[in-house]
């Protein structure tokens, strides 16, 4: 039998009638012959709402147990309204939330950005097949988990997401389904940008990046748990219907798309531009990638500072790249001469924990590299990625020990 998760962002539930709407959609794919776990987020702005209700009350004496436990209040609210109107509806169900014995997600004690500690949520989950097998619509609150003390922990701000992911994983689910207020992921946030075209589909790593960088739409950390055999999409909740096509989430394609080391197989060569005051100059860049991409010279990373910028090239193009990039700095003032670095590494770390707020990770990648007496050329860093460049000689030794960090 089909078993889906479907949940159901705050606008989703965001007045009696959409709550009904939604309840509706549930128990139409549960008539279907579907096993359906809801996993709801708080009504509208409650969640907003709860905490300027406790800064204004309390303030900073508030600590992060009390948030919490007054968060959750939301999520608490919308899971016993939703399995209410489910089972209004003719279809057992019943609400699940930290406090009942059934509850499955549990946490570090950390309040309000709790970890999840996946091996024993991943065996909480009997209780909840239970209730599926005997028909009930199980309706578990997004958003929370439980800390080892017993007590309430949140997932961090738009947390339902991982919720949901995280259950479809563990209950092997079908497919995970998010209903949201838009009609899926689209070319950029449709609220800023009328225009914006809807997506048949994204790949998590796609996905992963947008959400990173700060696309609502899908909590970036609910890809985590995307398994690449469980379908999901992100639907409207307009429609009322969750066999609605939206946004497909493909993937993810390659083993553990989350963490991972990667040595690229060729040597890499650096370029540097200098100039004084090159940062406050329009257009520099566009004319440096337009010289490289009208010769076919595929650019791996650029890094820029107030007077150089570096430009990454593989090693076989180099000398064709350092020699039209010459031609660039003798005809624009702004230049005033470049290096060409032709030997180097290049070392591609990938870790969700990039995203979260984690501080010295740069360090713990530095650390034992410098132990080890290895010089870091150059080192560049996002939300999902950090590049390191070192000698093409310490590629290999770099790479083994940026491996163990990771484990
Ligand atoms: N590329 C994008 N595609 C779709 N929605 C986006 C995108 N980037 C940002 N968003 C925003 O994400 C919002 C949905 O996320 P959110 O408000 O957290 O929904 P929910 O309350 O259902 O969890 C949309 O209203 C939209 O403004
Ligand atoms: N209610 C919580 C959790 C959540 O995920 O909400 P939503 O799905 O409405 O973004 C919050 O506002 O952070």
Same mark, same amino acid.
């Given at each position: 039998?089909?078993?889906?998760?479907?949940?159901? *962002?705050?606008?989703?539930? !965001?007045?009696? +009638?959409?709550?009904?709407?939604?309840?509706?959609?549930?128990? %139409?794919?549960?008539?279907?012959?579907?096993?359906?776990?809801?996993?709801?987020?708080?009504?509208?702005?409650?969640?907003?709402?709860?905490? !300027?209700?406790?800064?204004?009350?309390?303030?900073?004496?508030?600590?992060?147990?009390?948030?919490?436990?007054?968060?959750?209040?939301?999520?608490?609210?919308?899971?016993?309204?939703?399995?209410?109107?489910?089972?209004?509806?003719?279809?057992?169900?019943?609400?699940?939330? =930290?406090?009942?014995?059934?509850?499955?997600?549990?946490?570090?004690?950390?309040?309000?950005?709790?970890?999840?500690?996946?091996?024993?949520?991943?065996?909480?989950?009997?209780?909840?097949?239970?209730?599926?097998?005997?028909?009930?619509?199980?309706?578990?609150?997004?958003?929370?988990?439980?800390?080892?003390?017993?007590?309430?922990?949140?997932?961090?701000?738009? *947390?339902?997401?991982?919720?949901?992911?995280?259950? *479809?994983?563990?209950?092997?689910?079908?497919?995970?389904?998010?209903?949201?207020?838009?009609?899926?992921?689209?070319?950029?946030?449709? %609220?800023?940008?009328?225009?914006?075209?809807?997506?048949?589909?994204?790949?998590?790593?796609?996905?992963?990046?947008?959400?990173?960088?700060?696309?609502?739409?899908?909590?970036?950390?609910?890809?985590?748990?995307?398994? =690449?055999?469980?379908?999901?999409?992100?639907?409207?909740?307009?429609?009322?219907?969750?066999?609605?096509?939206?946004?497909?989430?493909?993937?993810?394609?390659?083993?553990?798309?989350?963490?991972?080391?990667?040595?690229?197989?060729? =040597?890499?060569?650096?370029?540097?531009?200098?100039?004084?005051?090159?940062?406050?100059?329009?257009?520099?860049?566009?004319?440096?990638?337009?010289?490289?991409?009208?010769?076919?010279?595929?650019?791996? !990373?650029?890094?820029?500072?107030? %007077?150089?910028?570096?430009?990454?090239?593989?090693?076989?193009?180099?000398?064709?790249?350092?020699?039209?990039?010459?031609?660039?700095?003798?005809?624009?003032?702004?230049?005033?001469?470049?290096?060409?670095?032709?030997?180097?590494?290049?070392?591609?770390?990938? +870790?969700?924990?990039?995203?979260?707020?984690?501080?010295?990770?740069?360090?713990?990648?530095?650390?034992?590299?410098?132990?080890?007496?290895?010089?870091?050329?150059?080192?560049?860093?996002?939300?999902?990625?950090?590049?390191?460049?070192?000698?093409?000689?310490? *590629?290999?030794?770099?790479?083994?020990?940026?491996?163990?960090?990771?484990?």
């Amino acid at each position: 039998m089909d078993l889906i998760v479907a949940k159901f *962002g705050g606008t989703s539930v !965001g007045d009696g +009638s959409r709550i009904k709407k939604a309840a509706q959609s549930v128990v %139409n794919e549960y008539m279907k012959g579907k096993q359906v776990v809801v996993v709801v987020s708080a009504v509208n702005k409650t969640t907003d709402d709860l905490i !300027g209700l406790s800064n204004e009350a309390i303030g900073s004496n508030l600590t992060d147990n009390q948030k919490a436990e007054i968060m959750a209040m939301g999520e608490l609210t919308s899971s016993r309204l939703f399995s209410a109107t489910v089972e209004s509806l003719g279809v057992k169900s019943q609400f699940i939330d =930290p406090y009942n014995e059934l509850w499955p997600i549990m946490t570090d004690s950390n309040a309000l950005e709790a970890k999840i500690d996946f091996a024993t949520t991943n065996k909480m989950f009997k209780g909840i097949e239970e209730l599926l097998n005997q028909g009930i619509i199980p309706v578990i609150c997004g958003f929370l988990g439980k800390g080892p003390s017993g007590e309430i922990t949140t997932l961090g701000r738009g *947390g339902s997401d991982v919720s949901a992911f995280l259950i *479809g994983h563990c209950l092997d689910a079908n497919e995970v389904i998010i209903v949201t207020d838009v009609e899926g992921v689209m070319s950029t946030d449709p %609220n800023k940008i009328e225009e914006a075209e809807l997506l048949d589909e994204i790949s998590v790593e796609e996905m992963w990046d947008l959400a990173t960088h700060g696309a609502q739409v899908l909590h970036p950390h609910a890809l985590k748990y995307k398994d =690449p055999l469980i379908s999901a999409k992100i639907i409207n909740f307009a429609y009322g219907d969750l066999s609605v096509k939206g946004t497909r989430i493909t993937g993810p394609f390659e083993g553990d798309m989350t963490k991972s080391v990667s040595l690229y197989k060729n =040597p890499i060569s650096l370029i540097a531009l200098v100039g004084d005051g090159m940062l406050k100059k329009s257009g520099l860049l566009a004319k440096l990638t337009a010289c490289l991409a009208s010769n076919n010279i595929n650019i791996f !990373g650029i890094s820029a500072g107030q %007077n150089s910028m570096t430009v990454f090239v593989e090693k076989q193009d180099s000398q064709k790249a350092y020699r039209l990039l010459h031609t660039l700095v003798i005809e624009d003032d702004v230049f005033s001469s470049l290096s060409l670095a032709e030997d180097t590494s290049m070392i591609t770390i990938v +870790s969700p924990d990039f995203a979260e707020e984690t501080p010295g990770i740069i360090s713990k990648i530095t650390e034992p590299l410098r132990k080890n007496h290895i010089n870091i050329i150059e080192i560049s860093s996002s939300q999902t990625a950090i590049v390191v460049y070192v000698k093409l000689e310490d *590629g290999k030794k770099a790479f083994e020990l940026l491996k163990e960090v990771l484990e």
